[in-house]
């Protein structure tokens, strides 16, 4: 395996946003529904019919699967690329706040790709003027390799999340009593 990517940078991070082991069922019930439809026709089309839903939506599968990949230059993710230089703060979320940053704190401009099988973000600030997006979004297995691999940490290291984590303290001392 190589380290540095065509353009000749070294490469960072990478990672593949494989589907989950629980996914794969999908591509199996729906080639099963696609079987039993055409069984009443005849047995053979309704099992070559299946056949061939199967290996048509695991093929699907695997070719969508995106990539993260962090260079000297520049961050891909997906099918978008941006370069380095304009990306400004990087967060890492896992958990709860992960949850909160898919949903109720989104930014409707936001790029994002999104697996909801992982429960790992990271934000990344654009700091380009002539963006009006406001960050990119993704799922990852390793927020902490990812935020670390563009300077920047995991949520419960900043500010917010070390207030957020006091006042939960302060809650269950305040239950307690």
């Given amino acids: 395996m190589s380290n540095s990517s065509p353009e000749g940078s070294t490469v960072l991070f990478s990672e593949k946003l494989w589907p989950s082991a629980s996914t794969w069922i999908w591509p199996i019930i729906i080639a099963i529904t696609a079987g039993v439809a055409l069984a009443p026709v005849n047995a053979i089309v309704g099992w ?51 949850f909160k940053q898919r949903g109720q704190k989104l930014h409707g401009l936001a790029y994002m790709l999104l697996r909801g099988w992982i429960d790992g973000v990271v934000r990344m600030e654009v700091i380009d003027e002539r963006d009006t997006t406001p960050y990119w979004l993704t799922s990852t297995r390793r927020p902490e390799e990812l ?9 419960e290291f900043t500010d ?18």
Avoid: C, H, Q, W
């Fill in 160 to 177: 917010e999340g070390i207030s957020e984590a006091a006042k939960l303290e302060e809650a269950e001392d305040a239950s307690d009593d």
């Fill in 147 to 155: 935020a670390a691999a563009l300077s920047g940490v995991m949520y």
């Fill in 48 to 98: 070559v019919a299946g056949g061939v839903v199967l290996i048509s939506l695991v093929v699907v599968f695997l070719l969508r699967v995106p990539t993260i990949e962090v260079t000297n230059d520049l961050v891909t993710v997906g099918r978008a690329s941006i370069e380095r230089k304009y990306i400004g703060e990087v967060i890492g979320y896992r958990g709860e706040e992960g």
